[in-house]
């Protein structure tokens, strides 16, 4: 099975192209910042990973993915090779697209990048609000 799940912010813009042709296919190329669980010192805290997104997905990508952005994709992982102008073999991993989602509400992509989760508290950051613990359960419709 190759199936992978990521979550992580948009490291640039979404790179676009389109294929030579009678029906010109969007291809669109970006990278995902994704936040190690774990991290020794002196290891990054991120992980760079290569994207691209192929048809309808790229044009949505280019439409309305902005840098810094929280985003989550699924997608397959695929391993490419090709010979360089000097004749070295050169290989490259990214992830193919099978669908990708805004990861993060529109409050949180309009908040100034300086606020921190200690700023805003971090319910609020992940966009979750405290509940009114008044409401009884009978008070509930279903």
């Known amino acids: 099975m190759n199936k992978v799940i990521l979550m992580g912010r948009l490291a640039r813009e979404p790179e676009v192209r389109y294929s030579q042709g009678t029906e010109p296919l969007a291809i669109a190329r970006y990278t995902l910042a994704v936040n190690r669980r774990f991290k020794r010192q002196g290891e990054p805290e991120a992980d760079f990973i290569n994207c691209v997104a192929f048809g309808k997905k790229g044009e949505f990508a280019e439409k ?21 102008n000097e004749g ?4 490259t991993t990214e992830v193919i697209i099978e669908e990708q989602y805004f990861a993060e509400g529109k409050t949180a992509q309009s908040k100034p990048a300086a606020q921190t989760g200690k700023q805003m508290g971090l319910a609020e950051q992940e966009g979750f609000y405290p509940v009114d613990e008044s409401v009884e359960d009978d008070d509930l419709p279903f």
């Open 64 to 84: 309305y993915f902005k840098k810094g952005q929280m985003v989550s994709v699924v997608g397959r992982l695929q391993v490419r090779s090709w010979d360089d």
């Open 88 to 91: 070295k073999k050169r290989w």
